[in-house]
């Protein structure tokens, strides 16, 4: 089963800054869009921030100006989330997505906890 690998989380500070990156496989050829959704605890799994075939990064509103977006300068197929000012409610398990041959598929998420 085809899988997105992520890397990046772990415990921070309020204030604080966090990088997710996510890696889809180097062979998948195609992907018309990546990004991030979150789940925090006891609340459902929503939007973070994604990236099209436009190349153009959209993000939810709660966390604009804060998290930024980006393709990798090498590996064609992975992206990362520069996320700072964190505050305790960005705390989530955050999964990686992408769409390709229209299928989404899904990392296994991975948590950040926004805590001092």
């Known amino acids: 089963q085809v899988q997105l690998t992520e890397f990046g989380g772990g415990l921070v500070h309020p204030g604080g800054s966090l990088t997710l990156s996510c890696e889809a496989p180097?062979?998948?050829?195609?992907?018309?869009?990546m990004g991030w959704y979150r789940q925090p605890p006891g609340k459902q799994r929503g939007f973070v921030a994604m990236?099209?075939?436009?190349?153009?990064?959209?993000y939810m509103d709660s966390v604009k100006g804060r998290f930024f977006l980006s393709r990798d300068s090498i590996a064609r197929n992975t992206v990362h989330l520069q996320m700072n000012s964190l505050q305790s409610e960005d705390t989530a398990v955050y999964a990686c997505?992408?769409?390709?041959?229209?299928?989404?598929?899904w990392g296994k998420g991975t948590l950040v906890t926004v805590s001092s």
């Open positions: 997505y992408a769409d390709w041959d229209g299928m989404t598929y």
């Open positions: 180097e062979h998948v050829y195609g992907i018309t869009a």
């Open positions: 990236v099209g075939n436009d190349n153009r990064m959209r």
